[in-house]
Structure formats: structure tokens, C-alpha cells
């Protein structure tokens, strides 16, 4: 009886190597998932149970499928490629250094414009108007937060 390719195997690599390599070709410019990369690990993941499938295959049924020397080599190298991922996904991107002259959590922000969703003009000095006064201490509060976004607009 010939033996079949185990294309499992084959088809794991391969899906490891799109898993790995479409987030800095495609994802990143989409925030849902450039700022958690889960389409990723889901292809990871079914790329590592396929390749499971695969490696189990070969040794199961070896007369049956073929796959016992490709199996593991691939295998190391899909691994290789989730934990490099894994590196710069989790590890790599925490090292980008802090902004020094960035205002610190209770500073004061220095007063600047910045355009609005319709594209108007609007200073931070001119939200402070806007208060509430303050029903324990009877006098006015001025407070504004602040939500700064890395959009693309």
C-alpha cells in the first residue's frame, strides 16, 4: 500500500507562516486589532492544532501517512515562529521609551488646539469655562479630562 502525504502537516506551516506574517502586513492598520492581535492567535492556534493533527497522524498510522522526519521539523519551526510573535507582540512593544516631556498623571496640561470630529478649532483654555459647582464645598470645580486616541483620521 503506497503511503499518502500527511498535507495536515503542510497545512499547519503554512498557516503559521500567514498567522505570523499577516499582522505587520494587514492587521496593524485596523485598532481592533493592532492593539490586541486576537485574528492572530486564532490562526495560531488552529495552525498548532492542525499540526497536531498532522504529527499525530504520522506517527498513529505510518503506514497510512507519511510525515515522520517533515513532522517535527516543521513543527519546531511553526513554534519558532508563535514564540518570535509572542516576543514581539508581548515583550518587544513594552520597551518603546516613555515621552520625557510628556505632562504627568495630576500636572497641570500646557493649553493647546486641537481640531474637533468636524474639524473645528478647539483649545483646551476654552473647555475650562464649562464647570459644576461642587455641592460639599459650594464652590465651583473646573475639571476636564482628557482621552487621547492613536487614530487615523
Partial sequence: MKRR????????FVLTLLAGFSYPLFFI??????????????????????????LW???RKPDLYR???????????????VAFF??????HSKEIPAAK?????????????LP?????AVTLSSLWGTSVAAPATG????????IFYRGYW
Avoid: C, E, M
Fill in 139 to 146: 464652590h465651583a470645580d473646573q475639571w476636564v479630562l482628557l
Fill in 29 to 54: 492598520r485596523f485598532p481592533v486589532t493592532r492593539d490586541i492581535p486576537w485574528v492572530n492567535w486564532l490562526l495560531f492556534g488552529v495552525a498548532l492544532a492542525v499540526l497536531s493533527v498532522g
Fill in 116 to 120: 474637533d470630529t468636524q474639524g473645528r
Fill in 86 to 91: 509572542a516576543y514581539g507582540v508581548i515583550w
Fill in 101 to 113: 516631556a510628556a505632562p504627568q498623571v495630576g500636572q497641570k496640561a500646557p493649553d493647546f488646539t
Fill in 67 to 81: 510525515g515522520k522526519i517533515s513532522g517535527p521539523i516543521l513543527a519546531t519551526l511553526s513554534v519558532g515562529i
Fill in 57 to 59: 497522524r504520522a506517527y
Fill in 5 to 12: 502525504w500527511n498535507i495536515l502537516l503542510y497545512a499547519g
